[in-house]
């Protein structure tokens, strides 16, 4: 799956602003490459993996390898910056932190990832979980079928 590129925006400088402070308060250096990692990590609008990224990256500078990508994708999940997602195909995909929850929708045949929010379903869980007596801190919900265009 090829992620799809937007153009610069606020929220991938605010990105990298944060990341910066995160690198710093690291001790690690801000490079011209980490900073064009993140923002072409941040103007992607689908979940992205390793290779998909590395290919944006180069796009822009032929010099950035595989290995600087992952560890600075590491590094953003470390600074709570971004997330890592797997959907059992055996792939890490990453998506910047969001500040509203959503859930995922995922195409088993050609592997699109729709994201959705429905308070309805939001509260079942939250009424489920307090019905066992339990509290809710976080949770993940994916749903497994095929999309409109695999039908």
């Given at each position: 799956?090829?992620?799809?590129?937007?153009?610069?925006?606020?929220?991938s400088?605010?990105?990298?602003?944060?990341?910066r402070?995160?690198?710093?308060?690291?001790?690690?250096?801000?490079?011209?490459?980490?900073?064009l990692?993140?923002?072409?990590?941040?103007?992607?609008?689908d979940?992205?993996g390793?290779?998909d990224?590395?290919?944006?990256?180069?796009?822009?500078?032929?010099?950035?390898?595989?290995?600087?990508v992952?560890r600075?994708?590491?590094?953003l999940?470390?600074?709570?910056?971004?997330?890592?997602?797997?959907?059992?195909?055996g792939?890490?995909r990453?998506?910047p932190?969001?500040?509203?929850?959503?859930?995922?929708?995922?195409?088993?045949?050609?592997?699109t990832?729709?994201?959705?929010?429905?308070?309805?379903?939001?509260?079942?869980?939250?009424?489920?979980?307090?019905?066992?007596?339990?509290?809710?801190?976080?949770h993940?919900?994916?749903?497994?079928?095929l999309?409109?265009?695999?039908?």
């Amino acid at each position: 799956m090829t992620a799809q590129k937007t153009g610069s925006t606020d929220a991938s400088d605010h990105l990298v602003e944060e990341f910066r402070a995160f690198l710093g308060k690291e001790g690690l250096k801000a490079t011209r490459q980490r900073d064009l990692i993140v923002r072409v990590f941040a103007d992607c609008k689908d979940h992205i993996g390793v290779e998909d990224l590395v290919q944006l990256v180069k796009q822009q500078d032929a010099a950035v390898g595989y290995a600087t990508v992952y560890r600075t994708l590491k590094l953003l999940v470390q600074a709570g910056l971004a997330s890592v997602r797997h959907f059992g195909d055996g792939f890490a995909r990453f998506e910047p932190r969001h500040e509203e929850h959503h859930d995922h929708m995922i195409c088993e045949k050609c592997g699109t990832i729709a994201e959705f929010h429905n308070e309805k379903i939001e509260e079942l869980q939250e009424e489920v979980v307090r019905s066992r007596g339990w509290t809710l801190r976080r949770h993940r919900h994916e749903l497994y079928g095929l999309c409109p265009n695999c039908r």
